[in-house]
């Protein structure tokens, strides 16, 4: 399993949107939510994959897929691969 196999559909789509160079404002407005809930989730998608930054992330994001990034996601409401393995719903 990939690192990125943990991120949930939402993590997915947030890391995708900083690959494109939006910032947390313009993220919080495509998604509908506020800059701390982007916040969030990049602080969990920053602890599930190891990184320290968004550049970090952005850079993660080029080497695993790019522009294909997001056909790689979970579909929405499914939980990440790891919660699977663990038995949850």
């Known amino acids: ?40 989730y990049l602080r969990s998608t920053f602890d599930k994959l190891g990184l320290w930054s968004r550049l970090e992330l952005a850079l993660y994001v080029a080497a695993h897929g790019g522009a294909n990034w997001r056909g790689l996601a979970p579909p929405p409401g499914e939980p990440p691969a790891q919660a699977k393995l663990q038995g949850a719903p």
């Open 1 to 40: 399993m990939q690192p990125r196999d943990r991120l949930t559909p939402k993590e997915f789509t947030v890391a995708g949107l900083v690959w494109e160079g939006l910032t947390n404002r313009e993220i919080a407005r495509s998604l509908g939510t506020t800059e701390q809930v982007v916040k969030n």
